[in-house]
C-alpha cells in the first residue's frame, strides 16, 4: 500500500506563502496522480491540484489558479503545492491523495483516488 504524510502547514497572514508537502512511501511507482484537496469546518472537501506523473499534466480549481502551483520530484515519493497569495477563504485542513490506477486524464474529483493522507490545517490570519 501507499502511505502518504503530508507536512508544511501552519499559520501565515493574508499575502503570505506556505509550501505544502506530501511524502510518499510504499509502492509509488504505481501511482499515476497526485491530488491535493481541502476541508474547511463545515463544507465538503474539495478539489485544488493535482498533477499527473506521466507528461506532468496539471489542473488547478479556479478559486487557486494563478496562486497555487503543484509539483513532484524524486521518482514519484514526493509532492509539493507551492501556496503564494493565501487568502483567509483557503483556510482548510489540506489533503493529499494518490491514484495508482492508469489515467490519461487528472483527476479533479475524490473518487478517482484510492489513498489519503492525514492532512495538514492550513490558517490564514486576516
Known amino acids: 500500500q501507499v502511505q502518504l504524510v503530508e507536512s508544511g502547514g501552519g499559520l501565515v497572514q493574508v499575502g503570505g506563502s506556505l509550501r505544502l508537502s506530501c511524502a510518499a512511501s510504499g509502492p509509488t511507482f504505481s501511482t499515476y496522480a497526485v491530488g491535493w484537496f481541502r476541508q474547511a469546518p463545515g463544507k465538503e472537501r474539495e478539489f485544488v491540484a493535482a498533477?499527473?506523473?506521466?507528461?506532468?499534466?496539471?489542473e488547478y480549481a479556479d478559486s487557486v489558479e494563478g496562486r497555487f502551483t503543484i509539483s513532484g520530484g524524486n521518482a514519484r515519493t514526493i509532492a509539493y503545492l507551492q501556496m503564494n497569495s493565501l487568502k483567509a477563504e483557503d483556510t482548510a485542513v489540506y489533503y493529499c491523495?494518490?491514484?495508482?490506477?492508469?489515467?490519461?486524464?487528472?483527476?479533479?474529483?475524490?473518487?478517482?483516488?484510492?489513498?489519503w493522507g492525514q492532512g495538514t490545517q492550513v490558517t490564514v490570519s486576516s
Open positions: 491523495a494518490a491514484r495508482t490506477y492508469y489515467t490519461h486524464v487528472v483527476p479533479t474529483t475524490t473518487t478517482p483516488y484510492n489513498y
Open positions: 498533477i499527473t506523473w506521466r507528461g506532468g499534466n496539471t
